[in-house]
């Protein structure tokens, strides 16, 4: 008699064992990147927004005139959401200041972004839309030149 045992052959069965695992894993691994990617999306989107609105309201305060301050100011935002990447159709623009356009006026300058809920790289976004918001404000240089009046900032 052998003092050792004697290892028992074994066959295939239950070599795919466990594969079901992988295709999960797969999945929660491709559904987690998507995840993140959108999460991404949104953070780029509101850095996008935040850049636009602030090339715009300093546009907007550089300007000598206000018709010339309106279009610039959409034009920097333009400018700066296209340098982002993304499609200026998805941008709004709204300008408001304090008692029109001229020295010590407060302008403020908000940019609302359409982001999709889902984008996927390479086709494109769909689901619903949410808006990413940003906004800047400056005040009209009071000492500059170009501009009519007097430099009366209360203080």
Same mark, same amino acid.
């Given at each position: 008699?052998?003092?050792?045992?004697?290892?028992?052959?074994?066959?295939?069965?239950?070599?795919?064992?466990?594969?079901?695992?992988?295709?999960?894993?797969?999945?929660?691994?491709?559904?987690?990147?998507?995840?993140?990617?959108?999460?991404? *999306?949104?953070?780029? /989107?509101?850095? +996008? !927004? =935040?850049?636009?609105? #602030?090339?715009?309201? @300093?546009?907007?305060? %550089?300007? &000598?005139?206000?018709?010339? *301050?309106?279009?610039? /100011?959409?034009? +920097? !935002? =333009?400018?700066?959401? #296209?340098?982002?990447? @993304?499609?200026?159709? %998805?941008? &709004?623009?709204?300008?408001?200041?304090?008692?029109?356009?001229?020295?010590?006026?407060?302008?403020?300058?908000?940019?609302?972004?359409?982001?999709?809920?889902?984008?996927?790289?390479?086709?494109?976004?769909?689901?619903?839309?949410?808006?990413?918001?940003?906004?800047?404000?400056?005040?009209?240089?009071?000492?500059?030149?170009?501009?009519?009046?007097?430099?009366?900032?209360?203080?």
């Amino acid at each position: 008699m052998s003092r050792f045992r004697t290892v028992p052959d074994f066959d295939d069965r239950g070599q795919l064992a466990g594969m079901e695992s992988l295709v999960f894993g797969f999945l929660v691994l491709v559904v987690g990147s998507l995840v993140l990617a959108n999460a991404w *999306a949104v953070v780029d /989107a509101k850095y +996008a !927004a =935040t850049a636009a609105a #602030r090339e715009a309201v @300093r546009a907007y305060v %550089e300007a &000598s005139s206000e018709t010339q *301050a309106d279009r610039a /100011a959409l034009d +920097a !935002a =333009t400018s700066s959401i #296209r340098s982002h990447g @993304r499609d200026p159709a %998805e941008m &709004s623009l709204t300008v408001d200041t304090e008692g029109g356009f001229g020295r010590c006026r407060r302008a403020s300058v908000e940019v609302v972004l359409e982001v999709p809920s889902v984008r996927v790289p390479f086709i494109g976004g769909f689901g619903r839309r949410f808006e990413i918001r940003a906004s800047h404000a400056e005040i009209v240089d009071p000492y500059r030149s170009g501009l009519e009046g007097e430099a009366a900032c209360g203080g």
